[in-house]
């Protein structure tokens, strides 16, 4: 069998295909340098007429899309937003390898030359091919629902600064989070949509109203800017943490963002890692809003594939204890330390069925960003990304861009 990061100009899996909600029990995908050839029924696949190289896959394999991942600070012990370009680049390597194929890097809030830094050093390796773009978690957030976001740093909206990271991002700045309540928070998504970047409410102590106005003028922005598919959907950063509880007589943005991912207005993130969000609460979202409305994130830091120990996020100290990041300053969650195929197991583990775990981590992200024809599906034509797996998903091999980085 050809080794990990070898060139490969043919390959065919078989194996049960989960692909936009959907699956095939006895399925192929052929790759075909780096693009997907066919994937479909094994019946209707002519093996002799392809002549490819079979990945020799367990029995009861599973193939899966390439993951994409909308909400990620690193991995392997490096910190996307220290914009330290060797650990980054064992981060991203790190992350393709485990079956995130496609993903964005995501900054915290920090000092406006840091988040400059930042913005600088992905746009370049968005260049490469190594991400999909930037997504800004900040600086323009709540105080009062900082959770692991230095409060040192926050600011209300500055138009100017945020046109400054705009034009460093060079047009790869997909995504950033924002306090809607924030005085200038509508002329910042007014910005925002201006130049194709999705606003993503989140980090807010906003009450119901506010949210809903933010969310109807970020989707009528988008609509109005010419975006196709989902990408003219504004997005919530990781629903329930980093905003007030859902409660009866003080709904808050929780019941807001749930009623417009009901209406197909919004996309919500779910962290379904098992810390974040209770399994009952990710079953609860996934029956009230659909998995085409929800976007699985990992919100994952440099711990993810490492073990306890000390680490950075951004400008903050964390301590991981049993796969749990919190600060050392408050003690308030500080991101994730599973990847998402982790994620995609212990969203499944909870009771979804696992065509829409798979869609909630593939084919919505990738509309989110306006790649659904590129990445995210399972369909000829697309790029060659593979996942494969065992039948309780576990990692089998990654394919990426028709290169094999994770052999059987």
């Not at 060079?170 to 998504?189: C, I, K, R």
């Not at 196709?228 to 959907?233: E, K, N, R, T, Y």
């Not at 990847?339 to 989110?368: N, W, Y």
Request: hydrophobic letters at 45%; a negative charge; charged letters at 20%.
């Amino acid at each position: 069998m050809t080794s990990p990061d070898s060139g490969q100009a043919r390959l065919v899996a078989r194996g049960r295909i989960v692909s936009d909600g959907e699956a095939i029990d006895d399925g192929v995908v052929a790759l075909e340098g780096d693009r997907i050839a066919y994937a479909g029924a094994a019946a209707d696949f002519d093996a002799a007429a392809f002549d490819g190289d079979a990945l020799p896959l367990p029995e009861d394999a599973v193939l899966l899309p390439g993951l994409v991942d909308i909400h990620c600070h690193g991995a392997a012990g490096a910190d996307f937003p220290s914009a330290d370009e060797e650990g980054s680049r064992r981060a991203i390597d790190f992350l393709h390898r485990a079956g995130t194929t496609s993903l964005l890097a995501s900054l915290v809030t920090a000092a406006p030359e840091d988040l400059l830094r930042g913005v600088r050093l992905f746009a370049r390796l968005d260049g490469e091919g190594l991400v999909e773009g930037i997504h800004l978690e900040g600086p323009f957030l709540s105080h009062a629902r900082c959770g692991a976001q230095n409060p040192a740093f926050l600011l209300e909206p500055d138009l100017a600064l945020a046109e400054e990271l705009i034009e460093a991002a060079e047009g790869n700045l997909e995504t950033m989070t924002y306090a809607p309540e924030l005085p200038g928070a509508a002329e910042l998504v007014d910005l925002l949509t201006a130049h194709g970047v999705t606003p993503s409410l989140g980090h807010t102590d906003c009450d119901d109203a506010t949210a809903a106005a933010s969310l109807e003028q970020a989707l009528d922005e988008l609509i109005e800017g010419g975006f196709d598919g989902q990408a003219s959907v504004p997005t919530v950063t990781h629903l329930f943490n980093g905003m007030p509880s859902l409660h009866h007589r003080a709904p808050g943005p929780v019941a807001a963002c749930l009623r417009a991912a009901a209406a197909g207005r919004a996309v919500v993130e779910l962290v379904a890692d098992g810390v974040h969000l209770d399994p009952a609460t990710v079953r609860t979202v996934f029956a009230l809003v659909g998995d085409s409305n929800i976007a699985l994130v990992t919100d994952s830091m440099a711990a993810a594939g490492l073990s306890d120990g000390h680490y950075m996020l951004g400008p903050s100290p964390v301590t991981v204890r049993n796969g749990v990041a919190t600060l050392d300053a408050t003690g308030s969650i500080a991101g994730g330390t599973a990847t998402l195929l982790d994620v995609v197991r212990r969203t499944a583990d909870a009771g979804i069925p696992l065509a829409s775990a798979v869609k909630s981590a593939t084919a919505v992200p990738a509309a989110v960003l306006g790649r659904s024809d590129e990445f995210g599906s399972l369909r000829r034509g697309l790029r060659a990304d593979l996942v494969a797996t065992d039948s309780r998903l576990g990692l089998v091999a990654v394919v990426r861009d028709g290169r094999l980085l994770t052999a059987p």
